[in-house]
């Protein structure tokens, strides 16, 4: 039906990603790091590889021309982009397909769509740029529904309005960042909410997910950023007043941002837009001691200077990322406006380096460019690359995955080497080799950071799902015993609800039910994420359903 | 029993206020600017003067130790800081009373007080400093319960713990400003939370009505500062994760802040807490034209400059408080910082300014202690002092208030207009004379400012509260159809009631209730605010009850 040109089977568009000599590198560093690869490498997965069920249901008449069965679209809809969704894709395992993918081209078609849905009991997946990494778009259900369709929202993707006065835009959910930014840049403006994933997200996944810009403080969170918000419900429209802030009662837009589709769906949203910056400076500093850059964040964070970036990168990942031998730690640091030269923010910012021994080359901050060259720009050429490199190592049997979670700043030390230890301990214990695991700030805030933590593990085509799943589980644990968020930016999804629910007060997931069942009464919008109680008693579903949960 | 030395009148301590010389001319000003009063001014009213009903409801010997029906404790806990209330109290009429005070000592009474009223049918009002001027706090809770207590928190007024490494504290609910600051100053911190009630409210009903702290931009409102909260609700006890982010699901405190007691009593919450200041600057810029003016704000706001202060006073506003002649309206625009010098940041605003064409004299910058000098320093004063007057003008039949919205910039100068004019046509068509309608920013955002606009009219003893209640009626139904908030920051209420119910969608209105469904199943919690969906089927409380409402 429509022609995605996505990969079923992981990150961006078909024929898109590392080239061959880019891949062998990438893999020739990896057997170096971890060990060489044991097994046949598995092959590139084609469609006619999987025995797609047959659909439990069809769509009536009236919908019928807005939906389609088709493998291909059933096998995009079926898998995420986290670690275990290329893996099982690679491997042909096949989870839970919905039966159905609609593409509604309309506010009108969303409505239909769900009250035929609601009078069906067919479960509703709703769907942006199917960018998950945690089991957000995997139709797994359970067995009460007479049928899964997912609603895929690409074709809802106008921005419909500017106000050019107020700074702000009317725009429907289902568009892709660029496709956004494309919009509203004639105009001189940005919606400067950058996640890793930007090129593959929609704005009503952003808002669902509670998504996280790559901006490190201040306003980067796209909570920040809805003025209101639109939601097509099971029990009917709901939207909120555009306002600039309100002090009148709970806020309706905050029920829905990270509601992650359990009441309906997000169909178009008042966003606030900036400037584009036109004062840029930016710099790499080095750091002998992690926990002493550490330091110098948090003093930054607490400076109310509010640096547009202000990440802290380990000594590893560092190097991981070509920018260093190992030995230091690298702060990458930036300030940007569209107002003012930033000088006076970066020279003070910069003080406070010197304060906790940050090393630095100040000719690198005053190049033209400079956000784009030294280390700085090292850094930001993987984080845009780092998705690709997935689907390379997956076949050969190599994990790699991210977690993501923040804290106080006065745990934040016994946190780290709690989390570090708890993966490093884990991946070394199920897979019998010893892994790679490093940690970066995608986040500060003045009363604590956002740790981002990546791992990488050598294990076999066959054997690693598994180890990832134990993995998996143990870094969760570990996150939640030592009281972080299971997620930062992430979302919840299916993977990370066990320790949601355990992260949460049961009054509040109570009151989350209580909102359910007057939104989505019959519990048809997306089961099993955040509030359905039915995942308590029935046990988790999709990946986490074959978990060995503590 | 608790010698609260409150005024149950009116705002502040007994003994405090105005000083004959003071309120003499005020009283002066007052009937240069809006006409002699008439009749005979009412006297300040005593605890005999009112006849108490005798109360329905008396504690159980387990708790009596906690509760008091004397009653000078049950007239400070019937009227709230109102225009409404401070005329009702002169006027010796009483509004509904509670039966019962509580003044809990620790979290478990709180726990106690709720399980017994919960069994009992008794209503539970949550008091913090009781400085409502929407009704937030009058027990008004129609005919279905067995009676009323008011659960004073008066009593849990301690900072418990300071964590000097991530900057928050846990605080008591029921701490007031003042002593919440006093607790945690040695530690060098302070919370840089002065809503305007700041001496005579407390943490509690800080975050259960979103109070908007004074300052002008970015991190003001009290939703920025929770970092967590604990709630004692029927159902039990709600405490959500010290996190500095989180993305989650819905955020389990933006449930809790601005739900005005109708899903339990807040008891404690961890508090983001800011280093002092000790660079501030701050300086009074004049506007020939206050939409010019606004033109100017509205830069500054866009430019993430971030001033701490940046309100507009309109021309009238302007010359009340003497601090002109009524030809120009004032910015008050300042910066400061415990990091900085904020001569950058202020140079660059005041080179908005001048695009703008404002006028002000550099000399009041450079000065030492500046942000109270000046025009700047004379609104400072003119803003605490303010709460003190209504008591001196209302025994003589002068209606004064305010309220405060929200709106987009875009229609900000049609919005103004429209709400100046209807308030003013109001006053002329009620009470028969012209009256005085002035405006001025209390925050703004890049979106769009809050105004506040402040009203007097001249009426008698006899008339002032139904001339009261058509104006209030009138600006009310002007804001809510010209799209503004019922209210930014000084809360629904009572009073905002009918308002906030056209203003927050069905849906959401449903959604809350499933929620306190869940958190309060039999709806003991002070009932007829927010969401209690019987204030629809059965008219409204309150003030309200005898409004011709639209």
């Known amino acids: 039906?429509?022609?995605?040109?996505?990969?079923?089977?992981?990150?961006?568009?078909?024929?898109?990603?590392?080239?061959?000599?880019?891949?062998?590198?990438?893999?020739?560093?990896?057997?170096?790091?971890?060990?060489?690869?044991?097994?046949?490498?598995?092959?590139?997965?084609?469609?006619?590889?999987?025995?797609?069920?047959?659909?439990?249901?069809?769509?009536?008449?009236?919908?019928?021309?807005?939906?389609?069965?088709?493998?291909?679209?059933?096998?995009?809809?079926?898998?995420?982009?986290?670690?275990?969704?290329v893996a099982r894709a690679y491997l042909r395992d096949l989870p839970c397909s919905p039966d159905l993918i609609a593409y509604p081209e309309?506010?009108?078609?969303?409505?239909?769509?769900?009250e035929w849905a609601d009078g069906e009991n067919v479960a509703v997946m709703p769907f942006g740029g199917g960018s998950s990494v945690c089991g957000g778009i995997e139709p797994a259900v359970g067995d009460g529904y007479a049928g899964v369709v997912t609603v895929d929202m690409m074709k809802l993707d106008k921005v419909l309005e500017i106000d050019d006065i107020s700074r702000a835009a009317r725009i429907q959910a289902g568009v892709y960042g660029p496709a956004l930014e494309a919009q509203i840049k004639p105009s001189g403006y940005t919606l400067r909410h950058f996640p890793q994933s930007f090129e593959?997200?929609?704005?009503?996944?952003?808002?669902?997910?509670?998504?996280?810009?790559?901006?490190a403080?201040?306003?980067?969170?796209?909570?920040?950023?809805?003025?209101?918000?639109?939601?097509?419900?099971?029990?009917?429209?709901?939207?909120?007043?555009?306002?600039?802030?309100?002090g009148a009662g709970p806020s309706p837009d905050r029920l829905i941002i990270g509601s992650e589709g359990?009441?309906?769906?997000?169909?178009?949203?008042?966003?606030?837009?900036?400037?584009?910056p036109k004062f840029q400076s930016s710099i790499g500093i080095g750091f002998t001691n992690f926990h002493k850059a550490a330091e110098a964040i948090r003093t930054l964070s607490q400076s109310a200077?509010?640096?547009?970036?202000?990440?802290?990168?380990?000594?590893?990942?560092?190097?991981?990322?070509?920018?260093?031998?190992?030995?230091?730690?690298?702060?990458?640091?930036?300030?940007?406006?569209?107002?003012?030269?930033?000088?006076?923010?970066?020279?003070?910012?910069?003080?406070?380096?010197?304060?906790?021994?940050?090393?630095?080359?100040?000719?690198?901050?005053?190049?033209?460019?400079?956000?784009?060259?030294?280390?700085?720009?090292?850094?930001?050429?993987?984080?845009?690359?780092?998705?690709?490199?997935?689907?390379?190592?997956?076949?050969?049997?190599?994990?790699?995955?991210?977690?993501?979670?923040?804290?106080?700043?006065?745990?934040?030390?016994?946190?780290?080497?709690?989390?570090?230890?708890?993966t490093a301990d884990a991946i070394l214990e199920v897979t019998g080799h010893p892994g790679i695991v490093t940690c970066r700030f995608t986040h500060v805030y003045p009363d604590g950071p956002a740790p981002y933590f990546s791992f990488s593990a050598r294990s076999t085509p066959e054997k690693m799902i598994d180890h990832w799943l134990a993995i998996k589980v143990a870094a969760s644990e570990a996150i939640n015993a030592n009281a972080g968020t299971i997620t930062h930016h992430h979302a919840v999804g299916r993977d990370h609800r066990p320790w949601y629910d355990k992260?949460?007060?049961?009054?509040?997931?109570?009151?989350?039910?209580?909102?359910?069942?007057?939104?989505?009464?019959?519990?048809?919008?997306?089961?099993?994420?955040?509030?359905d109680p039915a995942n308590r008693e029935l046990g988790y579903q999709g990946m986490m359903s074959t978990a060995s949960l503590p």
Chains 1, 2 share one sequence.
Not at 200 to 215: E, K, M, P, Q
């Open 1 to 85: 039906m429509t022609e995605r040109p996505m990969k079923f089977w992981s990150w961006g568009l078909e024929g898109e990603g590392l080239d061959a000599e880019e891949s062998n590198t990438l893999l020739a560093a990896t057997g170096v790091a971890l060990g060489s690869s044991e097994g046949t490498a598995l092959s590139v997965p084609n469609v006619e590889d999987f025995d797609l069920p047959i659909p439990k249901v069809g769509p009536p008449d009236t919908l019928a021309h807005l939906c389609t069965s088709d493998p291909k679209d059933r096998l995009i809809h079926s898998y995420g982009k986290s670690f275990a969704d």
């Open 106 to 114: 309309s506010e009108q078609d969303v409505a239909n769509l769900l």
């Open 200 to 215: 593959y997200s929609s704005l009503g996944g952003w808002i669902a997910t509670r998504s996280g810009g790559h901006y």
């Open 217 to 246: 403080s201040v306003y980067t969170h796209i909570d920040d950023f809805v003025e209101s918000v639109r939601t097509v419900t099971p029990a009917g429209i709901m939207e909120s007043r555009r306002l600039p802030g309100s």
């Open 262 to 276: 359990a009441f309906g769906v997000i169909t178009e949203a008042w966003m606030r837009l900036q400037h584009k």
């Open 305 to 422: 200077l509010f640096p547009t970036n202000c990440r802290l990168i380990d000594a590893n990942e560092t190097r991981n990322m070509g920018a260093g031998d190992g030995s230091m730690s690298l702060m990458v640091l930036g300030f940007e406006s569209a107002d003012h030269p930033t000088d006076a923010w970066m020279a003070r910012a910069l003080e406070i380096v010197d304060d906790y021994g940050g090393i630095y080359d100040r000719d690198f901050l005053t190049a033209e460019g400079s956000n784009k060259a030294g280390a700085a720009g090292a850094w930001r050429n993987a984080f845009i690359r780092a998705p690709f490199f997935r689907e390379f190592l997956v076949p050969h049997g190599y994990i790699m995955d991210t977690f993501e979670t923040s804290i106080t700043w006065e745990r934040f030390p016994v946190f780290h080497a709690n989390i570090m230890k708890a």
């Open 503 to 531: 992260q949460i007060p049961d009054l509040f997931s109570s009151a989350m039910q209580g909102v359910k069942s007057r939104l989505d009464p019959n519990g048809i919008m997306n089961p099993g994420i955040i509030v």
